[in-house]
């Protein structure tokens, strides 16, 4: 058997940082969450090793921002809300990094992957509580977030100047709307292959794609994604509204290596299928 990738880093005067990096390499290289046979084979670590560690497997799961039942994804938004205003509740402020380490069952990474710097979490999460119809049973957590706002000096929380229109941009002949209540390009699902390309383009970085060229031919996409910690490689992208749309399109699928949809309704798909409909509900 060969351990090759994440394996020397894991051995028993690991930390748990560094235990926690290895299982989420496994975890990206694997697609989903990895099974304790799953870390036998690829990093040769037993059971016994999480135990001293954690506990038990499924705390070191939690620790990592991922669960274990339910195929393994990666933990909702949801949750992280619920354990974010969790602790500012108990503790009456905003938490810092140490203060939420120090209290949460689950690590920074999964925050930080949604909404970048530490210092951008709040503001995410407040307007994602705003978004779900959360804002009045958490009102006392976004005031406190608010506050924080602002107080603080740089990044995410400076108050952006308000910019001054041109009176020529209105248009006489139709409505004028508020302002959008979620911060997103694309206000609305999208209906056809095009919005699928649109709506990847938003998404491509937090999905763990770069793309590099973009076509009408087939396929109509070229990508890098990293597939191990450091290693990156090209993937051959296609657009799809619903996935089996590539089986009616008579597409080859040896010169494709995955179907970018908006709904996956393709189990027999012989391709790796990113189904933007339910990626976007974890962003």
Same mark, same amino acid.
């Given at each position: 058997?060969?351990?090759s990738?994440?394996?020397?880093?894991?051995?028993?005067?690991?930390?748990?940082?560094?235990?926690?990096?290895?299982?989420?390499?496994?975890?990206?290289?694997?697609?989903?969450?990895?099974?304790?046979?799953?870390?036998?084979? @690829?990093?040769?670590?037993?059971? #016994?090793?999480?135990? %001293?560690?954690? $506990?038990?497997? =499924? &705390?070191?799961?939690?620790?990592?921002?991922?669960?274990?039942?339910?195929?393994?994804?990666?933990?909702s938004?949801e949750?992280?809300?619920l354990?974010?205003?969790?602790?500012?509740?108990?503790?009456?402020?905003?938490?810092?990094?140490?203060?939420?380490?120090?209290?949460?069952?689950?690590?920074?990474?999964?925050?930080?992957?949604?909404?970048?710097?530490?210092?951008?979490?709040?503001?995410?999460?407040?307007?994602?509580?705003?978004?779900?119809?959360q804002?009045?049973?958490?009102?006392?957590?976004? @005031?406190?977030?608010?506050?924080? #706002?602002?107080?603080? %000096?740089?990044? $995410?929380?400076? =108050? &952006?100047?308000?910019?001054?229109?041109?009176?020529?941009?209105?248009?006489?002949?139709?409505?004028?709307?508020?302002?959008?209540?979620?911060?997103?390009?694309?206000?609305?699902?999208?209906?056809?292959?095009?919005?699928?390309?649109?709506?990847?383009?938003?998404?491509?970085?937090?999905?763990?794609?770069?793309?590099?060229?973009m076509?009408?031919?087939?396929?109509?996409?070229?990508?890098?994604?990293?597939?191990?910690?450091?290693?990156?490689?090209?993937?051959?992208?296609?657009?799809?509204?619903?996935?089996?749309?590539?089986?009616?399109h008579?597409?080859?699928?040896?010169?494709?290596?995955?179907?970018?949809?908006?709904?996956?309704?393709?189990?027999?798909?012989?391709?790796?299928?990113?189904?933007?409909?339910?990626?976007?509900?974890?962003?």
């Open positions: 058997m060969s351990h990738g994440t394996e020397a880093t894991i051995n028993k005067s690991s930390s748990k940082e560094e235990i926690i990096a290895a299982i989420q390499a496994c975890a990206a290289k694997l697609g989903r969450a990895p099974s304790q046979a799953d870390l036998k084979q @690829e990093m040769g670590v037993g059971p #016994k090793f999480f135990v %001293r560690q954690f $506990g038990n497997y =499924t &705390k070191a799961l939690q620790a990592c921002g991922l669960e274990g039942r339910g195929g393994g994804f990666m933990v938004t949750k992280l809300f354990e974010w205003a969790r602790i500012v509740r108990e503790i009456g402020e905003i938490p810092s990094i140490a203060e939420y380490q120090l209290h949460s069952k689950y690590s920074l990474t999964p925050l930080k992957k949604r909404f970048g710097d530490w210092t951008d979490v709040p503001a995410g999460l407040v307007q994602y509580a705003q978004a779900t119809g804002a009045e049973e958490w009102a006392d957590v976004l @005031e406190l977030a608010k506050k924080h #706002k602002r107080r603080a %000096r740089t990044g $995410g929380w400076t =108050t &952006k100047p308000v910019p001054v229109w041109p009176a020529s941009r209105v248009l006489k002949d139709r409505p004028l709307y508020g302002a959008p209540l979620m911060n997103t390009a694309l206000g609305f699902a999208p209906v056809n292959e095009m919005g699928v390309v649109y709506l990847f383009g938003m998404l491509a970085s937090k999905l763990g794609f770069m793309v590099t060229w076509g009408t031919a087939y396929p109509d996409c070229e990508a890098i994604r990293e597939v191990e910690p450091g290693r990156w490689q090209r993937v051959r992208i296609e657009f799809e509204f619903e996935s089996r749309n590539f089986m009616h008579f597409h080859n699928p040896e010169e494709c290596d995955l179907i970018v949809c908006w709904e996956h309704n393709w189990a027999e798909s012989p391709l790796e299928v990113v189904e933007l409909g339910k990626a976007i509900s974890t962003q």
